[in-house]
């Protein structure tokens, strides 16, 4: 039995954040010692570990961004070759994938990483979950969430991606109380069991960890996807936040109003375009700097993502920061007739519709130099009513009016899994 909630994670803001601070000097010893590219950093800016005390002294350093990441890989790497255990790529900004390696230690962290998140959700060693994610195909997150789940003490069944009916036939016979996947999968789920008489509402299945797609408004109110699968399916659904690059996860709670941070794992800064930070409570792109990672380490790595923090204490007793919803990935902001808005926001405009089978959306530049969106949209019954309805949600909903298109469901779905893409793909950048 795994012992929860570390005791961090109740003490005052001020404790917290010294305890960073003592974490934060072990990690820039380490990669002075170990990091080509940071002793490169901290040598061609002059920058003296030592006087990097605080916090808000990070501001010193410069960030890295993920063309760093991808431009010299190799130089992140802290140990030799023989100390990797695991290997992983996440997709790079410039095309070619970057490649993540773990040690055994960094195994070990991702296991106590997931174990203290799923117990942030409730899951207890008392529980079975079934992993509705991918193990393999270089990706990390599912072989994260098998270890959390054995370090818990909890039992797991590795059904893997897709196929609705052996997900069924796994909790048939399993009964697993909790399941890992991708929100907009249950939906798949609940349409295979209606199709086949299976009760859903009379499974073992009490929550879901959800993952890859925002369950939440701003507010934390449930979005139009979750109020989809929980107007049918009375289960509680769990949000978690996480990255290859972080190496951390930012999971809900029971009290659901934001993923907890957990501070012997990750500092996380929430930066503007000039880098510095936002007003608290403010909207910026998550940067963050690993805590206790040994493979490669990473120092005010700039995540792409746009979220906010909420430091109030939780209702769980717990003192640590939450993270917001992701808004969106910094890359894909669409500036549209006076608007800017990012693509979680038309997903979920267009989720909402079950006329719609399956959707694209391509934004490019027009011939005046802003952003244009078209939005494809497959469906077995297409009408201008139908057309108009979505329409008027766009107005509603985004105050704006992006082309819609009608297209055959095939010829979207073959834009949607193109060969080697590991993920579903929803948004096509042309710009
Ligand atoms: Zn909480």
């Given at each position: ?111 106590y990483n997931e174990a203290i998140s799923f117990a942030c959700a409730g899951v207890t060693k008392n529980d079975t979950v079934q992993l509705m ?161 040994e493979g490669m380490p990473l120092l005010r790595f700039k995540t792409g993502d746009i979220l906010r923090e909420h430091r109030e204490p939780c ?117």
């Amino acid at each position: 039995m795994y012992c929860m909630t570390p005791t961090i994670e109740t003490k005052s803001t001020a404790e917290i954040q010294h305890f960073q601070e003592e974490k934060l000097q072990i990690l820039l010893t380490y990669l002075q010692a170990n990091s080509k590219y940071y002793k490169n950093v901290f040598a061609t800016k002059n920058i003296a570990i030592s006087s990097i005390k605080t916090l808000s002294d990070l501001a010193k350093i410069p960030v890295t961004t993920k063309d760093d990441l991808q431009l010299h890989n190799d130089d992140f790497l802290c140990v030799p070759k023989n100390d990797i255990v695991d290997y992983v790529t996440t997709s790079g900004t410039m095309g070619n994938p970057v490649t993540f390696a773990l040690t055994d230690a960094d195994l070990d962290r991702l296991a106590y990483n997931e174990a203290i998140s799923f117990a942030c959700a409730g899951v207890t060693k008392n529980d079975t979950v079934q992993l509705m994610t991918t193990m393999d195909r270089r990706f990390v997150a599912g072989l994260a969430y098998f270890l959390g789940v054995r370090k818990l003490g909890a039992s797991i069944i590795r059904v893997g991606a897709g196929i609705p009916e052996l997900q069924w036939d796994s909790i048939l016979k399993f009964n697993p109380k909790y399941l890992i996947a991708v929100p907009s999968f249950l939906l798949k789920l609940i349409a295979y069991a209606e199709a086949n008489n299976i009760d859903y509402n009379a499974s073992s299945v009490k929550g879901v960890i959800c993952i890859g797609e925002s369950l939440r408004n701003e507010d934390f109110s449930l979005n139009l996807l979750a109020n989809k699968i929980t107007s049918k399916w009375k289960i509680d659904l769990f949000s978690t936040y996480a990255s290859t690059e972080m190496s951390t996860a930012f999971t809900e709670c029971e009290a659901k109003q934001g993923g907890h941070h957990h501070p012997e794992l990750i500092i996380t800064e929430i930066l503007d375009d000039d880098n510095n930070p936002v007003k608290e409570g403010e909207y910026g792109e998550l940067t963050i700097t690993t805590l206790g990672v040994e493979g490669m380490p990473l120092l005010r790595f700039k995540t792409g993502d746009i979220l906010r923090e909420h430091r109030e204490p939780c209702a769980c007793g717990r003192n640590t920061m939450r993270m917001s919803p992701v808004m969106g990935r910094k890359k894909q902001m669409v500036k549209y007739k006076g608007t800017t808005l990012y693509p979680p926001a038309l997903y979920d405009l267009l989720n909402d519709f079950d006329a719609i089978e399956n959707y694209i959306i391509e934004i490019s530049h027009n011939d005046i130099g802003t952003d244009e969106i078209l939005i494809k949209i497959g469906t077995e019954s297409p009408s201008h009513e139908l057309l108009d309805r979505i329409k008027d949600h766009c107005r509603a909903k985004l105050r704006v009016l992006p082309t819609l298109e009608i297209h055959d469901i095939e010829s979207i779905n073959a834009l949607k899994f193109p060969k080697m893409s590991r993920k579903p793909i929803l948004f096509i950048d042309k710009r």
